[in-house]
């Protein structure tokens, strides 16, 4: 079986530098499960952090509420832990500190009927940076195309 794409963080790659890149589950409620096999989740405007307790937590995820859930759907915009080991979460907290980097939410799939979030250490980019690769990009796609004019 593979990834079942729901939704992809496009804009993580404009704006930063992606380096490491890890695979974490999601604690979720069943409506918010259900929302999500749906698609109605978005990425976008979300942010990771680790606390002091070691534990990872994933803020502003906007999952909708399930349309035939009753009184007890989940709240949309909640904050969820992130279920990693504890040496990624290591890892991942001294690279960020020593580095100065940021935790970006990139992908949520599912995989094996578990929802998994694709995260990434990145250092964000300055606009010099973003103009280089929109050039570089524009080149390719002509190449690509034959269009050598």
């Known amino acids: 079986m593979g990834k079942k794409i ?10 930063f530098a992606l380096e ?3 695979e974490a589950g ?18 976008a405007e979300s942010y990771i952090t680790i606390d002091n307790n070691m534990e990872a937590w994933i803020y502003n ?4 509420h399930y349309e ?11 904050k969820r832990k ?13 690279e960020m500190k020593s580095k100065n980097m ?9 995989t094996n009927n578990r929802v998994k979030l694709e995260i990434a250490l990145a250092k964000g980019k300055k606009m010099h940076d973003k103009r280089q690769d929109k050039a570089k990009k ?6 690509r195309r034959g269009d050598y004019s």
Do not use: C, W
């Not at 995820?61 to 909708?64: E, F, G, I, L, T």
């Not at 992130?82 to 001294?94: A, M, Q, S």
């Open 6 to 15: 729901i939704a992809k963080n496009k804009r993580a790659s404009y704006d």
């Open 61 to 64: 995820m906007n999952v909708a």
């Open 68 to 78: 035939f859930g009753n009184i007890n759907n989940h709240d949309e915009r909640r």
């Open 26 to 43: 999601l604690v979720l409620q069943g409506t918010e499960v259900k929302s999500i096999r749906a698609g109605k989740v978005t990425i």
């Open 138 to 143: 524009d080149v390719e796609r002509k190449l």
């Open 20 to 22: 490491d890149r890890f």
């Open 102 to 110: 940021t935790i970006v939410p990139t992908i949520i799939y599912f």
């Open 82 to 94: 992130l279920l990693l080991n504890r040496k990624e979460i290591e890892t991942i907290f001294h």
